[in-house]
């Protein structure tokens, strides 16, 4: 690996959260088998039509975990899938399974990284990063990625109003939250183009009668909750408990 000259950003050592860095994984079950699956079927149905169709495409995993979305894009087909977590227990899991997971941090690698990437996923939520670091994050995703190349994050949803203030309160090492509108505006500001916000859907597990349930009622309530944000003149309109965002890294002719 080389230095990246287009990034001189903060050091892995300097960040701010401690208790549950951003560059580990830390929404594993206690049956960390047991979350292949149920990720698996999150990640499918939550993100795997906004990732590229080419399956020789250049990915990296950041805070990769056991490597939930690794095993997901091996079993789609994609031959060069990597992730990476500080935690080297948690990269035991994914490596016993044969994929390609590497212990590393996230700055670093990303300032060191050699080939463009057609793709960055971020499984740990930007939400332990403080504001500086987040920009400096998105900075380092973009020097990364290829022209065209494409990053997802995600956030807990400040808009929904039954879980954003507790979300964010409820972990010492969430520094903001963020809303549809604020996703794309820093996405934006950080240099990405054609970005997208969308919902983060918990209820895809079809076999659980429980799941439709959980829709209905999640349904009903989004409809009352979006009637009262346009009463107050608010025009919110993504209020799952959790928010992501893609956007591509701009081409040379998007760039001139």
């Known amino acids: 690996m080389r230095e990246n000259e287009d990034f001189d950003g903060p050091r892995d050592e300097e960040l ?12 594993a079950p206690s049956d960390v088998e047991k979350g292949y699956a149920s990720f698996g079927r999150f990640y499918r149905h939550n993100y795997l039509a906004r990732i590229p169709q080419n399956r020789a495409a250049r990915i990296l995993v950041v805070s990769c975990g056991p490597g939930y979305f690794v095993q997901l894009l091996k079993d789609e087909g994609y031959e060069n899938a990597t992730g ?59 020097a990364a990625l290829r022209p065209g190349g494409t990053l997802i994050v995600h956030s807990i949803n400040g808009a929904n109003p039954m879980t954003g203030s507790e979300s964010r309160a409820g972990n010492f090492d969430h520094y903001n939250s963020f809303t549809e509108y604020s996703l794309r505006q820093i996405l934006l500001h950080a240099g990405f183009r054609h970005v997208e916000a969308f919902p983060l859907h918990l209820y895809v597990f079809w076999t659980n009668p429980l799941n439709y349930v959980a829709l209905v009622v999640f349904g009903v309530s989004s409809l009352l909750f979006r009637a009262y944000f346009r009463l107050v003149g608010k025009d919110a309109t993504i209020l799952t408990k959790k928010i992501a965002a893609c956007g591509q890294r701009p081409d040379a002719a998007e760039a001139g």
């Not at 977590?85 to 990284?113: M, N, P, Q, T, Y």
């Not at 971020?122 to 998105?138: D, G, P, Y």
Request: charged letters at 40%.
């Open 16 to 27: 701010a959260a401690k208790i549950e860095p951003f560059d580990s994984f830390w929404e």
């Open 84 to 142: 990476i977590d500080s935690s080297r227990e948690k990269i035991e899991w994914g490596r016993r399974r044969g994929l390609d997971c590497r212990v590393a941090r996230v700055f670093r690698f990303l300032r060191e990284s050699d080939d463009p990437l057609d793709l960055i996923f971020c499984e740990q939520e930007i939400n332990h990063l403080t504001k500086s670091e987040i920009l400096a994050f998105l900075e380092a995703c973009r």
